[in-house]
């Protein structure tokens, strides 16, 4: 799975549960594993709405793919 900016929470946890870990180091504890809007966040809009920097947002990028 090639992940973006507009990968959806749901399809990458979906694919690869440990992703949380790397989400929750920069967004804080969020309950994506549970929550409705998991099928339609995108990863860009979902660090937005926790306050991740673009900065933090790229970094975060990078740890996600390696996974």
């Known amino acids: 799975m090639k ?19 790397i989400l929750n180091k920069y967004m804080g504890q969020v309950s994506c594993l549970t929550c409705p809007g998991r099928a339609q966040e995108t990863l ?3 660090a937005l709405v926790h306050g991740v920097s673009k900065k933090d947002f790229q970094k975060m990028l990078m740890e996600l793919k390696k996974l």
């Open 3 to 21: 992940i973006t900016k507009n990968t959806t929470l749901g399809d990458l946890l979906d694919v690869n549960s440990k992703a949380i870990n």
């Open 44 to 46: 860009e809009m979902g």
